[in-house]
């Protein structure tokens, strides 16, 4: 899913929410592309804190090339949490032949792959781990660890709105969304326009 815009640009004038809002529980990696120009560190930086503040994986950072050398301090700021990888500077006359641009960024795209196919390997690794783990170290008040299996542990990936992206595994590893019910369901479950009606 690409986004020609900001990362904040709303979907229609007659709502007030934005792209990051309607994609978010796909849970899609992200790939932030930055700015490498002069003023791009701190439009960067912004642009990352938002995907990450409403829960977006940042999986890398790729900017373009303006001789400013920004991906320097913006490794400096993420702690190389993130990778930051430089794409050559984009021909200024579109009309030129784009080969020999794509042939000096083969290397940055073949490392772009490996990056993404490895966070992925990682994230599914650490699902599959969980279940153990859950048994290890959480506190289950009542309950006998050795008596609950680990095929029965629920992990949960993460939370948007009302709904809770679970784990599942059927034939391959795939995230369904499931209603956030856990906690009393009159007084969370319902939505605010629905308590009222209640």
Not at 12 to 24: E, G, N, V, Y
Request: aromatic share 10%; charged share 20%; hydrophobic share 40%.
């Amino acid at each position: 899913m690409e986004w020609g815009h900001g990362r904040q640009s709303k979907v229609d004038k007659l709502h007030s929410r934005s792209f990051l809002h309607i994609s978010r529980p796909f849970r899609l990696p992200a790939i932030l592309v930055g700015d490498g120009r002069l003023g791009g560190i701190s439009g960067t930086i912004s642009a990352y804190e938002s995907l990450k503040l409403r829960g977006y994986d940042v999986v890398a950072i790729v900017i373009e090339d303006h001789g400013l050398v920004n991906e320097v301090p913006l490794l400096s700021y993420l702690g190389n949490r993130v990778p930051v990888l430089v794409l050559p500077p984009v021909p200024q006359d579109p009309s030129d032949n784009l080969m020999e641009w794509f042939d000096k960024s083969q290397a940055v795209f073949s490392s772009l792959k490996e990056i993404m196919l490895s966070v992925y390997s990682e994230r599914i690794q650490r699902f599959h781990d969980m279940p153990k783990r859950a048994g290890d170290i959480f506190w289950w008040p009542f309950t006998q660890h050795k008596l609950v299996p680990e095929e029965t542990v629920t992990v949960i990936d993460s939370r948007c709105g009302e709904n809770f992206s679970v784990h599942k595994v059927q034939n391959n590893d795939f995230i369904a969304q499931q209603f956030d019910a856990c906690a009393s369901w009159w007084t969370q479950g319902p939505d605010a326009t629905l308590q009222v009606i209640l």
